[in-house]
C-alpha cells in the first residue's frame, strides 16, 4: 500500500455551492488595473482556500492529475511550487493593452511576472502561481533543413544557426478568464454564460452559478504556446516589421503529418516567413493554440472524417462544412474572438504578414483594434493531394485567396481520397 | 446581438449535489460484463438529464468550448449528433480483456461501437456518443522519407505507397473512468480518490463526493490517439509479431523539434520501427498520450526548463529531476499505471519489440499482465546534442540501456547549453 496524502482528513468536506461556507471574501480584483497590486494577484491554488479568488484551479486539464498524485499519496497536498531561478527568460511588456479591461479578458497579462509583482503577498503567505512562462530554446524542423539545403532560408549564425537550429524565445500561456470581459466580448449575459458552463459542462462548478463574486474561472482547457523569432522587443515596435501565425492544433497533421489537411505543412510555411522577417531586422511570432479539431476534440473529428469518406458522391469540397455540422451542431467552436488577447498581451498593434487564409481569424484580429496589411495563403506547392477538398471548401466559404474561387459545379469535382 | 440558445431558462438551475433533486436513479451499469447490454452505455450528454449515469460529459477539455457555443447562440443545446457513416473504419475487439472488469478502467471498451450495440438504447431516445472513434488515414513525415531515400525503409505499395505515404488506421479516445477500478489501480480508497479529485481541483464536480452511486467519470483532460500500421486483426494474433511505442505528448519536441529532449526523434524512431514490423508481416501500434510535460503540462515544464538551465553549475544530468520535483513536488504524474488499458482494449497479450526506455511504462506493461520481449533504446545518433542531459539522467535513474550507466562523476559532467 502507498502511503495516504498528508492533509487534514478529518476536516468535513466544504462544497461549493454556499458562499458562507466558503470561507472569508476574496480579494477584490480590478481587472484591466495597470497596477498589479491594484490589479491583485489570481489566486488558483488549493493550498489555501482561504486566499482563493477564483473558480477552478491552475494547469488547465491537468489539475486533474495533480489530484491523482495526491489521492495516492505521491504528492503532499500542501507542497508550494519553489520558484528560484524559473522567472521569464525575456521581458514580455507591460504593454497599453494590458491595462484596457476589454483587450485581455482571456489570460493574465501578469501571469509571468507573479514573483516579482506580488512579492508583499508572498510575504504574507499566499500562494501564487504563475500562469505563464517564458523560456528559450533551439529547435530543429525537418522541412527548415530541407528551405535551407534548397537556398530559400539562410543560417546566419544568431536567428539560425548551423545545422538549421532555429533560437526563439517560447511562453507557454495557462487560460485565464474574466467572466464579465468574456461575456462582453461573446455578447452574452455573464449570468446566462456561467450559468450555461455550468449545465453545458454536465455541473462543473456549481461556484460559476453560486458565486458571482467570483470574477475569474481558470477553465480546465489547453492554454496556448507562443514561439518568437527575433528579438521580442522588435513585436511592439511600429517601425520594425512582424510576421504573425495563429495556428489551432491538429495532432494528426502537426506531429504525424496526416494528408487530409494543411496544418502542419502551413504551420511550417508560418515559420519560414517569420525567419525571413526575423532576419531582415523585425521578428516572427507564432502562436499555437490547443484546439484540436476546432475545438470539437480528435473523436469528433474522426466520426467527421468517416461520414466525409462515406457519404454518397465521396469526400468532396461542396459538402465539407455540411459533414462537421451534422455530427457536432456547429462547423467550428474554436471562438476566435478570444484569440487576440495573447497578440494584445505581446504588445502588437500591426501585423505585416499575417500567414492564415482564415476569415474569422482575420476579422477577429482586424476587430480587436489590429491592423493587417498582408495576408499570406499558403503556397499552392505545399498542399498535400488529399487536403484539395479542405482547401478549395474553405476558400469557397470565403476565406482569404488571391486565386479564383471555384464554381459549386467544380467545387463538386474536387475530390478526397475514399476509406483506404 | 446573437440570438440566444433555444433551450427553456425558465426552468430553475439544478444543482448537483444533492441526488434527490438531480432527476430518478441512474441505469446501472456493471463494469468489465462481456455483454454490452448488461454492461450498460455510458450517457454522459446532457441533452436528456434524466438518462444520465455519468459524473461530467463528453469530449473532454472541450465540453467547455460547446458550452461556450450554447452560451453564446451557436449551438442547440438539444443537438443530437448525426452518426450517419460515423462507425469505425476498421473492427477492433471484442477482446478478453475488455469483459475483465480490472484490466480496463480508464476507457469505455465499447466506445467505438456504441451504435452498434445499444441500438434498442437509441430507439428510447438515449442520447449514446461514441467515446472512440476509429478512421484511416495516410501520413508522410520528413524524417520517413528520409529513411526511404537512405534505404533503411523501403515503399512496398500497400503499408508504405509511393512518396513515404504510410497507411494507418487510427483510432481517437476520449477517457471514460470508472472510478472503483480506478482506485484499485492506484491502491487508494474509492472514498478518498472521489474526495482529493473534487476538493484537489478547486471543487469540480461536487457530485464526486455526493453521488456514489454514480461510477463512471469523464474527466476533462485529454485522451490518446492510437496509430495501426499494418493489419489491426495482427496486433492481438500470438503467431505475428508486434511492435509498440506508447509516446506522452511532448509539443515543443513533437511539433517544432526542440532540441533538449528525444520526444519527436524517438517518436519517429518506433513508427520507422511498427513499418518494419508490419512490412513483415506483424503490426506496429503507437499510442500518443495528451500528457504534455509528464502531465504537469507546459507551464511547470517552461518554469522548469528555466530553473534547470540557470542553477548553480548550469544544467546537469545530476540534477535532472531535482528540478522538476523542486517546482512540482514529483517528478512525473503521467501515472503510467493507466496507460497499459489502451493495449487491453487492442487485445495485445505480448509485445515483441517495446521502443522505449521508460522503466515505469515497461513495468506498468508487464505488471498489467502483458509479455514484453525486447526492449528498443533510442539510438544513439538520434539524441540531440542538448538533450544528452535529459537522457544519461534517466539511464542512471534505471531506464533500460544497452550501454553503460555513468558514475556520479560523469553524470555532473554531462550538461546543456544555458539559456540562450
Not at 467572466?179 to 446566462?192: M, N, Q, T
Not at 520594425?240 to 495532432?251: A, I, P
Not at 491592423?371 to 466559404?397: F, G, N, W, Y
Amino acid at each position: 500500500m502507498v502511503s495516504q496524502p498528508k492533509r487534514p482528513t478529518s476536516q468535513p468536506i466544504v462544497l461549493t455551492s454556499h458562499p458562507t461556507r466558503f470561507g472569508p471574501k476574496p480579494d477584490a480584483l480590478e481587472w484591466g488595473s495597470a497596477n498589479p497590486t491594484k490589479r491583485g494577484p489570481i489566486v488558483g491554488t488549493v493550498t489555501t482556500p482561504a486566499h482563493r479568488n477564483v473558480i477552478g484551479t491552475h494547469s488547465g486539464s491537468y489539475a486533474v492529475y495533480r489530484a491523482l498524485a495526491i489521492a495516492s499519496g505521491k504528492l503532499d497536498a500542501n507542497h508550494r511550487a519553489d520558484l528560484t531561478n524559473t522567472s521569464p527568460a525575456a521581458r514580455i511588456g507591460p504593454y497599453p493593452a494590458w491595462s484596457d479591461p476589454d483587450k485581455i479578458v482571456s489570460l493574465d497579462p501578469f501571469g509571468a511576472i507573479v514573483g516579482e509583482v506580488y512579492t508583499k503577498f508572498y510575504e504574507k503567505g499566499y500562494d501564487i502561481r504563475p500562469t505563464i512562462a517564458i523560456t528559450k530554446a533551439h529547435i530543429n524542423m525537418p522541412e527548415l533543413q530541407d528551405a535551407v539545403s534548397k537556398g530559400r532560408l539562410q543560417e546566419d549564425g544568431q536567428i539560425m544557426k548551423k545545422g538549421g537550429d532555429l533560437v526563439v524565445t517560447k511562453a507557454a500561456i495557462e487560460p485565464v478568464w474574466y467572466l464579465p470581459g468574456l461575456a462582453k466580448r461573446l455578447s452574452v449575459d455573464e449570468s446566462i454564460l456561467r450559468r450555461t458552463l455550468f449545465e453545458q459542462t454536465g455541473g462543473m462548478f456549481p461556484e460559476l452559478v453560486t458565486r458571482p463574486d467570483l470574477k475569474i474561472f481558470l477553465p480546465p482547457i489547453g492554454g496556448m504556446t507562443v514561439y518568437i523569432v527575433g528579438d521580442p522587443d522588435a513585436i511592439a515596435d511600429p517601425q520594425k516589421s512582424l510576421t504573425v501565425r495563429v495556428h489551432d492544433e491538429c495532432n494528426g497533421s502537426d506531429v504525424f503529418g496526416s494528408d487530409i489537411c494543411t496544418c502542419r505543412p502551413y504551420l511550417v510555411h508560418g515559420i519560414e516567413e517569420c525567419i525571413r522577417t526575423a532576419q531582415a531586422g523585425g521578428a516572427g511570432v507564432i502562436v499555437y493554440f490547443r484546439k484540436e479539431g476546432r475545438a470539437l476534440g480528435e473523436v469528433t473529428k474522426f466520426l467527421v472524417y468517416n461520414a466525409r469518406k462515406r457519404q454518397a458522391g465521396g469526400d468532396r469540397a461542396d459538402a465539407y462544412f455540411a459533414r462537421t455540422e451534422c455530427v457536432a451542431g456547429v462547423q467550428d467552436m474554436r471562438f476566435q474572438e478570444l484569440m487576440p488577447d495573447v497578440l494584445h498581451w505581446l504588445g502588437i498593434t500591426r501585423i505585416d504578414r499575417f500567414i492564415s487564409m482564415s476569415d474569422m481569424k482575420h476579422d477577429a484580429v482586424t476587430d480587436s483594434g489590429i491592423e493587417i496589411i498582408e495576408r499570406v495563403p499558403i503556397p499552392d506547392e505545399l498542399i498535400p493531394a488529399d487536403a484539395r477538398v479542405e482547401i478549395e471548401a474553405k476558400k469557397a466559404a470565403g476565406y482569404y485567396t488571391k486565386a479564383d474561387v471555384l464554381t459549386e459545379e467544380e467545387l463538386a469535382a474536387i475530390q478526397g481520397r475514399g476509406l483506404e
